[in-house]
């Protein structure tokens, strides 16, 4: 149904900034909550973002929270995730994940995943 292609990871100083993107192949793209999930070595993968299908709502987790911002735009078939003021902390593979549940996104049990891009964030 949907395959989904990260990129734009790197390496970034701190309190820089970011935008990462996920390219959808799929046909029914814009029908699809999107996301995105972080996972660092030794940690448990952690929920950063998602957005509905139509754009109108967002969520985004307690650690990001005023420095991360989903968008899409389906016209594109691609999802965006601009991070600012990045912190040592944010550094991680970021993976993007799609479904047709928004609920089911933000509780990380979604049917499509991306490959996953690295981000790394110096001191």
């Known amino acids: 149904q949907v395959q989904l292609a990260e990129s734009g990871g790197g390496l970034v100083q701190a309190g820089g900034s970011l935008r990462l993107s996920c390219a959808s192949s799929?046909?029914?793209?814009?029908?699809?909550?999107m996301g995105w999930f972080r996972q660092a070595p030794g940690k448990e993968r952690e929920f950063v973002a998602v957005i509905s299908w139509t754009g109108g709502r967002t969520y985004y987790g307690d650690s990001v929270k005023g420095r991360f911002t989903i968008s899409r735009d389906n016209a594109k078939n691609t999802v965006y995730l601009q991070m600012n003021s990045l912190k040592p902390e944010d550094t991680a593979v970021y993976y993007c994940?799609?479904?047709?549940?928004?609920?089911?996104?933000?509780?990380?049990?979604?049917?499509?995943w991306g490959q996953g891009t690295q981000v790394t964030v110096s001191s």
């Open positions: 799929g046909r029914t793209f814009n029908r699809y909550a």
């Open positions: 994940a799609a479904d047709d549940s928004y609920n089911t996104i933000i509780a990380g049990t979604c049917d499509y």
